[in-house]
């Protein structure tokens, strides 16, 4: 068995240069990687542990953002307070993946990368406009995150860049949420999982922005745009929730699984995203 | 009042030691090339490029196996050690690798390159048994030990029936009410969290050592024997501590495998699976269809009934250990009631699924969801009502049940209304649908293992006690302590109880079917008996005891399962589960209510999620990730009700309970299941989704 | 590759490689407390604690433990022993195979913070249990809890 190179840069510059070789990867906590790793299923010639770089760590907030560096784990994003109060979907998410130990291990940036379309975190992150920051050698780019998948376990990086970090803006009069389905078990994934946020005008009373986003229906995180449109302009009424509810079920693409048939993971969408709706409004 | 159990330190400490946990001098590692396909002809093994790696010591087939010995099984021997022509289900070992470390073995048995000619498979029990049907096995009857004929018909396991049919048809059609429904339950595995593991150590003087995850060391022992024609005074089975079974642990596993590969290489071989491994190649629960059709009369009174109970056997009928190789919990399914004539049939059958064994009261959960069911079903759709037509029909004392046989009580009545009667303590979310469900089990107490065990005069005024079983986690070595504590009136740290090797004491029936107890309590009163009688000079005393019977007795447990249903998804939430539990002396409380507690969620996980997903010949589970076994957040509140002062068996007078709390639940929360959403969900694991679908056809409201 | 880390309070240097995982490399150390179950980061067996917090030791490759301060169950059970007599005093266990994982978890959930029986069964929901029904070791958890 060939052996694998174990980097440990301190600074990204360092990882950047580490990464140039061909077949290397990024670690951050690893457990994707290990897995991955211990069933043979990669055989990198050389991995770059991230977990050194302290830039890459931690949660900060200013008057207008809120910026999550790629290592930041699951368990500190679920223990952020400000983040509970300004993003309580993201916060959600955060908590609920896995067990306390994958929580406690994986972070934001090996999941968003690893693009498992199941995964809580994308909707509830698309869903207040969350944006990836990325480095390479070559340069750096901002990149929304509902336009980073690509497709099941693709992105839209190529193997020399790094996620940086998540930024997220924060809007005055935004109510946010994430709501999990998992009939089965608590630990299990999502049958579905539904993210949305609503950003009411002036009056406080009007919505004027919507985002309404899906795990688990596709092969990437699903944007309900219609559900979207139908809700901008009212005052989140109980009927116009439902329209944009139903809405959804024409703009998932599930299949059928062990996690429910097809139809079944569209109607749960819909209930699921009007149930997430209704707990923004109620925030 | 019972003192903490005998094992508690050395398990909480991570002392207690298990077979992954033994290292030998020059012990060496094996990992196992399996089957990629269901059914399929093995045209070409090419192990030259694993053969090569560094560190590996050899490639095996089955042309190597020492002595040509290839079959073993329980009591049919059909389970290749290491296919030879063909394999036949997903998961077939068809060559071993040795090496100095695990991770060697494994990646070099990943390059052992086998061409395939695939053949068609048999993926059910229904499609195995269509006239035409692929055979998975040529001539089973020719197996040693098969209890299978040709005109039995193809891909059969065995056939148990009791009863007569005619008898059961005319009943059926005097009655005034009837039921007849079909009831289905997946393939399941007993979840241990300890993966099968192995160690053998063969030396040249023909003698033999095995750790082994396994419960019946005498009769791992004499498999192993028999296998390789090996004196079984030289084959010792070593003392381990056993990371769970269920049932699961009584098959010799990959001890046959170890033990050839040990011979092979002439080093001790360390096998250890991966949890996938051990999901593909162990032996779980049978998956089950069962035809069920009851009558009654206008007052409600059971008339008769046909129980046809169709069950996937997958490819090896080896890993029955009973003489019927079959599942007594089928033939039992009526056991708690007066029915005149019922009729059972138990049809276990070969298809290309992994192979089934025995799992935790073996045919019972699917017996007894297909049973109370259907009961269920009589009761509500004929106006009688669920618990009505319970209580008219319970057996009580003096009755016989369907065997003639008549116990020295019966206390269904009493179980069943002892549950209901225990207070609602948990609400519904609001805007959930409420129901209540209730299902009742019960399980014949008279065989009495065999067992041996000896009390040796230790230091300072110790007692030790050696014993053949392995402490599986049920307590049984507790019991033994507690039993001389109070038969010799000396403290429990003056008493030292030992697991000893299979050489040095003469027989032990193995752990199981909920007899650990009666057995052993068998033995260490006859024991304390010569303790007390031993002349001063005397350094032991040794009993052997032999199959018994004793009672005939029974216990009967009842199961209120309380749900709540979201009526826009159909998700389930299971408030509480009720056990009612009939008793007689408890030795060990604690590990009483254990087995209660643990039963219960086993049988919550077995009504609600626990899955192998064999689809297509292949089970899609192959990882804790897919198939869920239920967690502390997931699981109801657990009540119990022991309804004491029953008339057990043995010198302390005890009943069964190992096995009472996990037949019950799928029914009782099936049948809540209706009464919340007026939805009959006839399979399981019961499914949110199924719910939500069967709620919007208006099933049966 | 040399890896240092704290391992059960004391400073430890292994030349090992840095992409076997640490359930691996404390086994091989005779730490033979840490069990291996699933082997999918699910069950929980082989729970570690690292810097405080609950780990699969079955899927953290053990380079990442650079500099940290890691305990199995041996050292736990030295360091704790009040949390060991919760689990012997309530007889948290049967088989024991899960019982070392759902210590040190315990030992652990002061990183997550939980206090109450909901959130301490949300946490311990990742340490499964097949034999006891998890009655005794949710006793056993509380009952350090409170000792705490």
């Not at chain 2, 998956?287 to 009654?296: K, P």
């Not at chain 2, 805007?431 to 469900?437: K, M, T």
């Amino acid at each position: 068995m060939q052996s694998t190179e174990f980097m440990i840069p301190t600074s990204v510059s360092e990882a950047l240069d580490n990464i140039s070789r061909e077949d290397a990867i990024f670690l951050g906590g690893g457990t994707s990687t290990a897995l991955l790793y211990k069933t043979r299923m990669i055989e990198p010639s050389r991995v770059v542990w991230l977990g050194k770089v302290s830039e890459l760590k931690g949660i900060s907030t200013s008057a207008t953002t809120v910026r999550i560096g790629s290592t930041t784990t699951m368990a500190e994003i679920a223990a952020n307070r400000e983040i509970a109060r300004l993003f309580p979907g993201v916060s959600a998410a955060a908590g609920v993946i896995g067990n306390a130990r994958v929580r406690a291990m994986a972070t934001m940036g090996g999941a968003l990368a690893h693009a498992d379309p199941r995964q809580d975190l994308p909707p509830a992150l698309i869903a207040v406009g969350a944006t990836v920051s990325v480095n390479s050698s070559s340069g750096s780019r901002e990149i929304p995150l509902k336009e980073f998948y690509e497709g099941f376990l693709e992105t839209v990086l190529s193997p020399d860049e790094l996620v940086t970090e998540v930024s997220i803006p924060i809007r005055s009069n935004q109510r946010s949420s994430y709501l999990r389905y998992t009939p089965t078990s608590e630990g299990d994934y999502p049958t579905v999982g539904s993210g949305t946020s609503l950003i009411f005008g002036p009056d406080g009373k009007t919505i004027e922005a919507a985002t309404a986003v899906l795990c688990g229906v596709g092969t990437v995180p699903i944007l309900a745009d219609e559900a979207a449109r139908i809700l901008i302009g009212s005052s989140g009424d109980d009927t116009t929730l439902q329209r944009a509810a139903e809405a959804v079920r024409n703009a998932v693409d599930p299949q059928d699984d062990e996690r429910g048939t097809a139809d079944y993971k569209r109607e749960m969408a819909s209930v699921f995203t009007y149930r997430s709706l209704k707990s923004c409004l109620n925030s | 009042m019972s003192e903490r159990r005998i094992d508690a330190v050395a398990k909480a400490t991570g002392a207690a030691k298990y077979t992954a946990d033994v290292v030998l001098e020059g012990m060496t590692f094996a990992a196992v090339k399996r089957s990629d396909y269901p059914s399929a002809l093995i045209e070409d093994i090419d192990i030259s490029v694993a053969k090569e790696i560094e560190g590996v010591l050899g490639v095996f087939t089955s042309k190597d196996l020492p002595g040509g010995a290839n079959l073993y099984g329980r009591r049919v021997f059909d389970v290749p050690i290491l296919a030879e022509e063909r394999v036949r289900r997903v998961g077939d070992p068809i060559a071993a690798v040795v090496a100095t470390s695990r991770e060697i073995a494994e990646a070099a048995a990943e390059l052992i390159d086998v061409t395939y000619k695939e053949l068609p498979v048999v993926a059910t029990a229904r499609d195995a048994i269509k006239p035409g049907a692929p055979l998975i096995h040529e001539k089973p009857w020719e197996y040693k030990g098969a209890v299978v004929t040709p005109e039995m018909g193809i891909n059969i396991q065995s056939i148990d029936t009791h009863g007569s049919r005619e008898a059961a048809e005319a009943a059926l059609r005097g009655a005034a009410h009837i039921i007849d429904e079909t009831y289905i339950t997946p393939g399941d595995h007993q979840g241990y969290i300890e993966p099968q593991a192995c160690i053998a150590d063969y030396h040249p003087d023909g003698s033999l050592n095995v750790w082994n995850t396994n419960k019946s060391p005498y009769r791992l022992r004499d498999v192993l024997s028999a296998v390789f024609s090996l004196d079984p005074k030289k084959v010792e089975i070593m003392p381990t501590v056993l990371g769970g079974d269920f049932g699961g642990k009584g098959s010799p596993g990959d001890a046959p495998l170890c033990t050839a590969l040990s011979i092979l290489v002439g080093k001790p071989v360390k096998m250890v699976l991966r949890y996938s491994e051990d999901l593909l190649s162990t032996d779980g629960r049978h998956a089950s269809e069962i035809r069920v059709r009851l009558g009654v009369d206008k007052d409600g009174k059971l008339v008769g009934g046909i129980f046809e109970a169709l069950l996937d056997g997958g490819s090896y009928a080896g890993f029955k250990p009973v003489n019927t190789v079959n599942l007594h919990g089928i033939v039992d399914a009526a056991i708690a009631y007066r029915v005149p004539e019922f009729f059972v049939e138990s049809k276990i059958v070969y298809t290309n699924n992994q192979p089934k064994g025995h799992m935790r009261a073996p045919g019972s959960p699917q017996a007894a969801f297909a049973f109370e069911s259907a009961l269920d079903e009589l009761g509500r759709r004929s106006g009688i009502g669920a618990i009505k037509i319970r209580e008219l029909n319970l057996l009580s004392n003096g009755d016989a049940n369907p065997y003639g046989t008549v116990w020295l009580e019966n206390r269904g009545k009493e179980v069943l209304s002892l549950a209901l009667s225990q207070p609602r303590t948990q609400e519904a979310p609001k805007g959930w649908l409420y129901g209540e469900g209730i299902a009742i089990y019960a399980r014949s107490m008279a065989a009495v293992p065999k067992t041996s065990l000896r009390l040796r005069k230790g230091e300072n005024g110790k007692v030790i006690a050696e014993v053949p079983i392995p402490e599986n986690g049920a307590g049984g070595q507790t019991v033994v302590r507690e039993m001389i504590r109070s038969g010799l009136g000396i403290d429990s740290d003056k008493i030292e109880v030992k697991q000893v090797s299979t050489s040095l004491l003469p027989t032990d029936a193995g752990v199981g079917g909920s007899r650990v107890s009666l057995g052993v309590t068998v033995a260490v009163a006859n024991a304390i008996k010569l303790w007390k009688e031993m002349p001063a000079d005397q350094e032991l005393v040794e009993v052997t005891t032999s199959e018994g019977s004793d009672g005939p007795s029974g216990a009967y447990s009842a199961q209120l399962a309380r749900v709540a249903v979201d009526p826009a998804t159909g998700q389930l939430k299971v408030l509480e589960i009720v056990s009612a539990v009939d008793v007689a002396e408890i030795v060990n409380p604690k590990a009483h209510q254990m087995q209660i507690d643990g039963g219960t969620v086993m049988g919550y996980g077995f009504a609600v999620m626990e899955d192998l997903l064999e689809d297509g010949g292949q089970p899609w589970a192959l990882s804790m990730g897919e198939f869920k076994l239920p967690n502390v957040a997931d699981i109801p509140k657990l009540t119990t009700a022991l309804l004491r002062g029953g008339k057990g068996v043995g010198p302390n007078n005890i009943k069964a309970v190992g096995e009472l709390a996990n037949c019950p639940t799928g029914a009782a929360i099936a049948n809540a299941v209706e009464d919340a959403t007026g939805a009959r969900i006839r399979k399981l694991p019961v499914k949110a989704e199924a719910i939500y679908w069967a709620m919007k056809e208006g099933v049966s409201k | 590759m040399k890896i240092n880390f704290s391992l059960n309070g004391k400073e430890t240097e292994l030349d090992v490689d840095p992409m076997a995982v640490a359930l691996d490399v404390v086994r091989g150390l005779s730490l033979t407390g840490t069990k291996e179950g699933c082997g999918v980061g699910v069950c929980g067996a082989c729970t570690i604690m690292v810097n405080g917090s609950p780990v699969s030791s079955c899927i953290c490759l053990v380079g990442t433990l650079a500099d940290k301060d890691v305990w199995t169950i041996e050292g736990i059970a030295e360091k704790m022993p009040e949390l060991i007599d919760s689990f012997v005093e309530e007889e948290g266990m049967q088989c024991g195979i899960c019982t070392p994982g759902q210590i040190v978890a315990a030992a652990a959930i002061e990183s997550v913070g939980a206090s109450n029986a909901e959130e301490i069964k949300k946490y311990m929901a990742g340490n499964l249990c097949r034999c006891t029904g998890y009655q005794t070791i949710l006793s056993a958890v509380e009952d350090h809890l409170a000792v705490n």
